[in-house]
């Protein structure tokens, strides 16, 4: 059973940066996307940045521009880039791994508080 494993959540002020990474238990082989969701206080779970094959991305209006997705695939290891961090960016974020068999695979989350 693949395991991923958020780190780099924190505190951080307004206009701050964190970098979030998501580690795979192995390599796998058949990706077909690894992505970034968030939930915050109240609200539902939704898609903050996603990687596809080619190193294609897409991101959530809200975080266009201050956000980056990258991934490094010999570790099969994920990260998000922050920067100029808001309030409304508090949540708890997530990474999630899918298949090309349509598997997909949760970490267990990571807590981003922004705040002064």
């Known amino acids: 059973q693949v395991r991923l494993v958020e780190s780099g959540g924190g505190l951080v002020q307004p206009g701050g940066s964190l970098r979030l990474s998501c580690a795979a238990s192995e390599r796998i082989l058949s990706i077909y996307s690894m992505g970034w969701y968030r939930q915050g206080p109240g609200k539902e779970r939704e898609l903050v940045a996603v990687i596809r094959g080619g190193d294609t991305t897409n991101y959530a209006d809200s975080v266009k521009g201050r956000f980056t997705i990258s991934r490094d695939n010999v570790k099969t290891t994920l990260y998000l880039q922050m920067n100029s961090l808001k309030p409304e960016d508090t949540a708890v974020y997530y990474c999630?791994?899918?298949?090309?068999?349509?598997?997909?695979?949760w970490g267990q989350g990571t807590q981003v508080t922004v705040s002064s």
């Open positions: 999630k791994l899918r298949t090309f068999a349509s598997r997909d695979y």
